[in-house]
């Protein structure tokens, strides 16, 4: 399909393990944002890319939370020693650039559920 | 500070009747664009519509309108004609110059057969 991608789609491990969550965009959209939900509440952002521009990460909650973007396409969101509070829905969503793109929305993936025990 | 506001975290309409879904946002910026997301049960994020700072016009998407009132800074998402597939959480978000999303804590709305 055409749309936004995200792997795996369900994830459990153990405290204090590393997690890598995976997101393909849509092809030519070249921002691509990542998202953190819990259980019934709004979207925290995380971090942002836009084209070949240094990331905007002020969402990271903490060092243990890192994302790379490699050629322009695929993120990979990696959470080091994960924590319990980091279980949540992970949303990975891209866009066309700029303002310019006019109702140009972000389309998202079906999201990756993290459970840390 | 809270860029993008929504009041209400739980609406109930019946079925069949209008409702109207509260948003408030905060800029300086003169560009912004304005979205509104439909979350099902099921936790896809789905578009519904969109309205840019400078249009004349309110957004209209099939049943779904957007009341904007630039001056009052407010976004308000106008649903006609409610269907019980409308039950969702919405989400209101706006968009600024530098790509950057931001996102409302949501309204849970449930339609009333």
């Known amino acids: 399909g055409a749309g936004v991608s995200q792997s795996p789609s369900n994830k459990v491990t153990e405290k204090g393990k590393d997690v890598e969550l995976r997101c393909d965009p849509i092809?030519?959209?070249?921002?691509l944002y990542w998202y953190r939900q819990s259980l019934g509440q709004g979207l925290e952002f995380l971090i942002y890319?836009?084209?070949?521009?240094?990331?905007?990460k002020s969402g990271l909650p903490s060092d243990r939370f890192s994302a790379e973007r490699t050629g322009g396409s695929v993120s990979t969101l990696t959470i080091q020693r994960t924590q319990q509070e980091d279980s949540a829905v992970y949303l990975c969503a891209s866009s066309l650039a700029g303002l310019t793109s006019g109702r140009s929305t972000q389309y998202f993936g079906p999201g990756t559920r993290l459970t840390v025990l | 500070a809270q860029k993008i506001t929504q009041t209400q975290p739980g609406m109930f309409v019946q079925e069949k009747e209008a409702v109207t879904l509260d948003c408030t946002y905060d800029?300086?910026?003169?560009?912004?664009?304005l979205f509104w997301y439909k979350q099902p049960s099921s936790g896809e994020m789905i578009f519904l519509i969109y309205?840019?700072?400078?249009?004349?016009q309110n957004a209209t998407e099939g049943r779904y309108s957007l009341n904007f009132q630039k001056a009052r800074k407010s976004a308000n998402l106008v649903i006609s004609a409610s269907q019980l597939g409308d039950s969702a959480m919405y989400f209101c978000a706006m968009r600024l110059t530098g790509n950057q999303f931001y996102f409302g804590t949501g309204t849970s709305l449930t339609v009333i057969p």
């Open positions: 800029t300086s910026d003169p560009s912004y664009g």
């Open positions: 092809s030519g959209h070249t921002a």
């Open positions: 309205q840019g700072s400078y249009d004349q």
């Open positions: 890319f836009q084209g070949n521009s240094a990331p905007d």
